[in-house]
């Protein structure tokens, strides 16, 4: 790993505390990181498939209240440059660096928002004084101390390097690795769970039964369920908007009297 791909990573683990903090240009989101990672490594087909593996994880997740989760992305950037170009040792560094790193940003979210309790009370301070300038300068200093959450423990495991996948190995207890191994097969079944709370399932299990058929019996592939999804879902708009093409409109006539145009 060279010298730049360190720092170009470094700074990508803060840009997405900034992009989550601001614009929401989709850089915060799981796989858009690890492909931006696996770019910068040269390999972003490998940052995808770790975007995608942790993105499954993090479904239905989200910062409700001053809650803290799991931070997915920073732990992209650490497996994706850890792996060492290998996509057989994806499963392996999830299980050894990847969970226990989002797991450790759970933390340090914690440690950032303390932090920024202290520039909030340095706006506060500015505020009376009418200086604009002084207030952005401050709110920019939790930008910073934010993104410094992520972007240290991405330093220091980079600075490492994929060595570290190699000691953990050695040293962690076989049962601990098979609980981790377990662990990274679970979440993806948690994170669907999670999502399926949120989703109007009530008027439509019918199409998640289908769906759990296509998958679980015929092996269907997710872009054929998908498209198979896309022409249902077609159809019944087409349907419905030709239901309420024929629905008569019910009007009134001067005298008060009900009609049907």
């Known amino acids: 790993m060279t010298t730049i791909q360190i720092i170009l990573l470094t700074l990508l683990s803060g840009l997405i505390m900034i992009d989550f903090m601001s614009a929401h240009l989709t850089v915060c989101n799981t796989i858009t990181t690890g ?55 994806v499963p392996e560094t999830i299980a050894l660096i990847g969970i226990p790193v989002a797991a450790l940003t759970v933390q340090l979210d914690v440690v950032g928002r303390v932090l920024n309790s202290f520039w909030q009370h340095q706006v506060d301070a500015v505020v009376p004084t009418g200086n604009i300038h002084q207030i952005m300068l401050r709110n920019a200093g939790g930008f910073l101390t ?12 980079l600075l490492i390097g994929p060595s570290l996948v190699e000691q953990l190995n050695q040293i962690m207890p076989v049962w601990l690795l098979n609980g981790l191994s377990i ?79």
């Not at 209240?65 to 850890?82: D, E, K, M, R, T």
């Not at 934010?146 to 495991?157: A, N």
């Not at 296509?214 to 092996?219: E, G, K, P, Q, S």
């Open 35 to 89: 492909i931006v990672a696996g770019v910068i490594m040269g390999n972003p087909t490998l940052g995808l498939i770790v975007g995608a593996t942790l993105q499954s994880y993090a479904l239905g997740l989200n910062y409700f209240g001053g809650a803290s989760i799991p931070n997915y992305q920073v732990a992209s950037i650490i497996v994706v440059a850890l792996c060492g170009g290998n996509l057989a040792n």
């Open 146 to 157: 934010w993104s410094l959450t992520r972007m240290i423990p991405v330093l220091i495991c």
């Open 183 to 261: 662990a990274s097969g679970v979440f993806p079944a948690i994170g669907f769970t999670i999502l399926l709370k949120y989703m109007p399932l009530k008027g439509n299990i019918q199409y998640l039964i289908l769906g759990f058929i296509l998958a679980a019996c015929f092996n269907a592939s997710t872009i054929a369920v998908a498209a198979i999804g896309l022409a249902i879902a077609l159809f019944v708009y087409s349907l419905d908007k030709n239901n309420k093409k024929l629905q008569p409109e019910i009007g009134f006539n001067e005298e008060g009297d009900n009609y049907d145009e």
